[in-house]
């Protein structure tokens, strides 16, 4: 069974820019300082909760330069519920706040052509079809823990990916196990899913819906705490076993990062 929303991962230009805003103006916790794991000279930043729980979370492949289409096939925006009252986001990515007392992800929303597949494909996955206002058609979980809108516009172009898009949405679940259930299913159904990617914090599969967004069923563990306590969230550059070899090269091609004063006051 799917359990909601795990993160959403977008595009951004400036990593110090980025930086600021979901610190400063979002008030979510840098709860992860990495790099993308394929490409390892550029940051992967996370953001969350104090606690970096999945659900929470909002991340970041910076250092794109070439601007974003948008178009069908696509991730086009993100909702988050927090309590903080925010400007525009960086990149111009489509952020919209939903105001609450509690930080996480809200929903997201899809473009697409032809609606239809694009349902069917979520009706597999779990989701039910909640209705629709105008060309914008809702589907959700049982018991609400995760929605995806999707905007149905026939004459959209095809989306292209760049600085301010939405590169994926995860999704959660409990375990390997379940993940590994979730990976057949979706190859009985012919979808073409990656192999498990070990993301260091969870392990991930990934895949397209028909209209071409990406997709990912993430694990909930083992969690963001397993090279860092609470306190130190972020507060330092962590490799994956496999990239420590090389870290000094890595660090080099980084580009420098001014903290949040929380993480940059610990040692």
């Known amino acids: 069974m799917l359990l909601g929303l795990h993160h959403v991962t977008g595009l951004a230009g400036s990593v110090q820019a980025s930086l600021d805003y979901y610190t400063q103006a979002l008030k979510l916790r840098l709860v992860k300082r990495t790099v993308n794991f394929d490409d390892p000279g550029t940051h992967h930043l996370y953001f969350g909760d104090d606690q970096a729980l999945p659900g929470t979370l909002l991340t970041f492949f910076s250092g794109y330069q070439r601007r974003r289409k948008r178009g069908s096939g696509q991730v086009v925006s993100v909702s988050y519920t927090t309590p903080a009252e925010a400007a525009a986001a960086p990149d111009d990515l489509n952020l919209q706040i939903v105001s609450g007392e509690a930080r996480g992800l809200h929903s997201v929303t899809l473009c697409e052509n032809d609606l239809k597949p694009t ?58 196990a379940e993940q590994l259930e979730w990976r057949n299913r979706l190859i009985a159904a012919g979808v073409h899913v990656s192999p498990v990617k070990d993301r260091l914090y969870f392990h991930s599969i990934y895949f397209r819906e028909p209209g071409g967004a990406l997709f990912e069923i993430a694990t909930d563990g083992p969690g963001f705490l397993i090279d860092e306590p609470a306190d130190a969230l972020g507060s330092s550059l962590r490799l994956p076993p496999w990239l420590e070899s090389t870290r000094e090269s890595i660090e080099a091609r980084l580009s420098p990062l001014e903290l949040p004063q929380y993480a940059a006051n610990v040692t």
Do not use: K, T, Y
């Open 119 to 176: 349902a069917r494909f979520l009706a597999m996955l779990g989701f039910e079809s909640m209705g629709s206002e105008g060309n914008r058609h809702r589907f959700e979980l049982p018991a609400g823990s995760a929605r995806i809108d999707v905007l149905h516009e026939p004459q959209a172009v095809r989306g292209r990916a760049g600085v301010g898009a939405i590169h994926h949405v995860a999704l959660r679940v409990a375990d390997e």
